[in-house]
């Protein structure tokens, strides 16, 4: 009985599949997963569909593009108010013209929110690539899906506190007193959006923290080409993991990899 750790799958639901097959993932163990489940990858109504019927042994934690993809879905659900939606909520063909028309009229509405609006073209791309995948309902469910998820998961392995997050963890936002280029009022934003901060101010004394958000392939503080990059924190007693290894990015970079730990010794797996 073991249990895993991955981030960051952004839509690669084949390098997913060969992760679940490599650590031959049992019924038995716990799968946690620290989010970003779509966006950039091609395979985004894959990943989706197989996280609404997931097995009960997978655990789901909420990542900065998740929480801006509910937002996207929002934003259509009120949308086919204002535009008063009179088409089949599970119709493919409805979904598309309903799309269509927030395109047209969002603008009109708001302009910062309609040029945020499906930023990294997730939603078009699932219209274009998947023919009848997608319905108002289908997207209400995956918005319903990830409105649910928690921000960090808490665990005990081995006598010492575990704590996995999407980006970085803090116990109290005075915890953050001292870091000025972004001032953190919410804890739930340095959870999603926090990066070297998360290991100068974040962290909890005599734990583990594991984390993803920003790709190992990146130059800067937890750069390790395409490896998980691991720090330990001897103030704190805190060890800090940064599992995201860029795996969105394989046919661009020969370094990038989908990374895996497992908790229970802490080994790490790529493909």
């Known amino acids: 009985m073991s249990t895993y750790v991955m981030s960051d799958l952004h839509g690669c639901f ?11 993932f049992k019924e038995k163990d716990t799968l946690i997963l620290a989010g970003d489940y779509m966006d950039r990858g091609a395979q985004n ?23 801006e993809f509910i937002e996207y879905i929002q934003i259509i659900e009120l949308m086919a108010q204002k535009l008063d939606f009179k088409g089949d909520y599970d119709s493919y063909e409805d979904f598309c013209d309903l799309y269509d028309a927030i395109e047209l009229e969002l603008p009109k509405y708001n302009k910062e ?17 998947k023919e009848g995948g997608i319905t108002l309902n289908k997207a209400i469910r995956w918005r319903q899906m990830l409105d649910r998820l928690p921000y960090f998961h808490k665990m005990e ?5 575990v704590i996995v997050v999407h980006a970085g963890y803090a ?31 974040g962290g909890k004394e005599n734990a583990i923290i594991i984390a993803g958000h920003t790709p190992t392939i990146v130059e800067g503080f937890s750069f390790n080409s395409g490896r998980i990059f691991h720090y330990h924190d001897d103030k704190k007693n805190c ?30 797996f790529y493909v």
């Not at 109504?45 to 929480?67: A, C, F, Q, T």
């Not at 929110?113 to 219209?127: G, L, P, S, V």
Request: with cysteine; charged share 35%.
């Open 171 to 201: 116990e109290d936002v005075k915890q953050l007193v001292g870091y000025k280029r972004f001032k953190y009022e919410y804890l739930e934003d340095f959870y999603l959006h926090a990066r070297d901060e998360s290991i100068e101010f």
């Open 113 to 129: 929110a309609a040029y945020a609006f499906d930023f990294y073209e997730t939603i078009i791309n699932i219209i274009s690539e």
């Open 14 to 24: 084949d390098a997913f599949m060969q992760m679940l097959k490599k650590v031959d």
């Open 45 to 67: 109504y894959e990943m989706l569909e197989w996280l609404v019927s997931r097995p009960k042994n997978v655990i789901m934690l909420l990542g900065n593009h998740d929480e």
């Open 157 to 161: 392995s081995n006598g010492k506190e």
């Open 239 to 268: 060890d800090f993991y940064d599992i995201d290894c860029g795996a969105v990015y394989r046919d661009y970079d020969k370094t990038a990899h989908l990374a895996c730990i497992r908790i229970d010794d802490m080994k790490e």
